[in-house]
Nanobody, 120 residues
Framework: QVQLVESGGGVVQPGGSLRLSCAAS????????MGWYRQAPGKQRALVAR???????NSADSVKGHFTISSANAKNTVYLQMTRLKPEGTAVYSC??????????????WGQGTQVTVSS
């Protein structure tokens, strides 16, 4: 009964910026990590960035330098700040969380995805 809900997707011009948010809610005991994946048409889903509960971050080489992941642990929320966006950044961006429920089960949960389109 854990839900991840993304927001902030939309259409932006090349070179523009966009900030995605993902809020986790439900029967949460502990969040160990949260992250973002993306999938473009005809391509495999790939990790964009992730952050652990202690603040350690990792990101794909393709986005280093212009994508930044951060979190607000008290709000069970993770963000993805995207700058200098390129048309190849167009994809469905999905939020994921490694989350333990009160019963002690640890599961990777997924949001519904949010569309990011970089076009002009």
């Amino acid at each position: 009964q854990v839900q991840l809900v993304e927001s902030g997707g939309g259409v932006v011009q090349p070179g523009g910026s966009l900030r995605l948010s993902c809020a986790a809610s439900g029967s949460i005991f502990r969040i160990y990590a949260m992250g973002w994946y993306r999938q473009a048409p005809g391509k495999q889903r790939a990790l964009v960035a992730r952050i652990t509960k202690d603040g350690t971050t990792n990101s794909a080489d393709s986005v280093k330098g212009h994508f930044t992941i951060s979190s607000a642990n008290a709000k069970n929320t993770v963000y993805l700040q995207m700058t200098r966006l390129k048309p190849e950044g167009t994809a469905v961006y999905s939020c994921t969380g490694l989350i333990a429920t009160p019963g002690g089960v640890v599961t990777n949960y997924w949001g519904q995805g949010t569309q990011v389109t970089v076009s002009s």
